[in-house]
């Protein structure tokens, strides 16, 4: 079975050959360029990735084009900076393609120190908390490896194109009556500084988008 892994990139080109060399066997990246001013584009086509060109900033806007660029029957997302391990997107993938979940998370466990700062941990363990009260799944992370059905995720009409995207996707999921599970993956530093986790000011950003989601999707 074929894959298509969703990779949204902004300035990765560093980050990007260690990611696309350790993809395992059967799953196609699809690198979705968010506007990058380096040369994360070519980089991914060098390495034999499939480059979708999205010239609307915003983490969901790179993701959704990634979505509607896929041809697999499952799709996985991941983070391109090298803080993933591609070779733990079958655990993900497994849930879903084995019946036993509609939508899978891989809740992130820091393997080094430095890979997860205190503020953008804390931020998650509350919202985490907030996902377990509203859905009912046992959720420890917002883990940006995720996996799913393609039709059944396009046909859940997410519409955030900011950092509100992958909560609004499990709450979506939660509502249509989803199986929603995690699996726990090793979390690395990242290779380049991060967009949003890598300040207080980025991650009180994606606070902000994925309060905008919650108070939009209310139970």
């Not at 430095?114 to 509350?126: D, I, K, Q």
């Not at 996902?131 to 490896?145: F, I, K, V």
């Not at 859940?156 to 995690?182: H, K, N, S």
């Not at 979390?187 to 919650?214: C, E, N, Q, W």
């Amino acid at each position: 079975m074929t894959v298509d892994v969703i990779l949204p990139c902004l300035d990765e080109e560093a980050a990007l050959g260690w990611v696309l060399g350790r993809m395992p066997d059967g799953y196609r990246p699809i690198v979705v360029d968010n506007g990058s001013t380096d040369r994360t584009a070519q980089v991914a086509r060098d390495l034999g990735a499939e480059v979708v060109s999205e010239p609307r900033r915003g983490f969901g806007a790179a993701c959704h084009a990634g979505l509607l660029a896929a041809r697999a029957d499952l799709v996985c997302f991941m983070d391109a900076d090298a803080s993933l391990d591609p070779r733990r997107l079958p655990e993900v993938a497994a849930p879903v393609a084995e019946g036993r979940a509609g939508l899978v998370l891989g809740a992130r466990r820091p393997r080094a120190a430095g890979a997860w700062p205190w503020h953008a941990r804390l931020g998650n363990a509350v919202l985490a908390r907030e996902l377990r009260r509203r859905t009912g799944a046992e959720l420890s992370d917002l883990g940006p490896m995720r996996a799913a059905r393609r039709v059944p995720l396009v046909d859940l009409g997410l519409a955030d194109r900011r950092f509100g995207y992958p909560l609004e996707m499990v709450l979506r999921a939660a509502a249509a009556g989803w199986r929603i599970a995690e699996v726990e993956v090793g979390y690395l530093p990242r290779v380049g500084r991060s967009k949003v986790t890598g300040t207080v000011r980025g991650t009180m950003r994606a606070i902000s988008d994925m309060r905008r989601v919650m108070a939009a999707h209310r139970p």
